[in-house]
């Protein structure tokens, strides 16, 4: 009688557990964030060490990123009469999405809600992340679409 007691017990002090350390890891992460570095793998694989603008912020349920692609800044779009290859220079490198995230362990899975480029229904990202100090190392590994074949790994520091 005695025994399915004491594992019922272990049980739930372990499910309150990793729920404490899931709600600790997502208090960690809310703030604002800058990426420092951009890790590309894959035929193209580089480190740039130097990117264009990019930030995330991560409230306790919502996530915005707004970001520019690249080490290189984005070319002036002309006031009048740009074509359609300035257009598509300018805004392809913009990146914005934003919508709710959760945190479980060394993993967070965003949710979009609201994106520069369409998306699908039931849309998401999981990444794993690890926090050191004020620096989050963050890399995608699955979507709806399954896993990713070449993530990219951002480094992100805290700014606020």
Not at 89 to 108: D, H, Q, R
């Amino acid at each position: 009688m005695k025994k399915p007691f004491t594992v019922i017990t272990c049980m739930v002090a372990l499910a309150v557990l990793l729920t404490v350390q899931s709600a600790a890891a997502q208090g960690k992460l809310e703030g604002v964030w800058k990426t420092t570095e951009i890790t590309l793998t894959g035929p193209n694989a580089r480190t740039i060490t130097n990117p264009q603008p990019g930030f995330i912020i991560f409230t306790k349920k919502h996530f915005s990123i707004v970001a520019i692609s690249g080490d290189k800044p984005r070319p002036d779009l002309p006031q009048k009469e740009a074509t359609d290859a300035q257009k598509v220079a300018t805004w392809t490198p913009l990146n914005a999405t934003i919508g709710t995230y959760e945190v479980k362990g060394t993993t967070f899975t965003i949710h979009p809600i609201v994106a520069k480029n369409p998306l699908e229904p039931g849309a998401f990202t999981t990444w794993d992340f690890k926090i050191d100090g004020n620096t989050i190392v963050a890399t995608p590994k699955a979507s709806k679409a399954g896993p990713i074949a070449n993530p990219v790994t951002f480094k992100w520091v805290r700014v606020e």
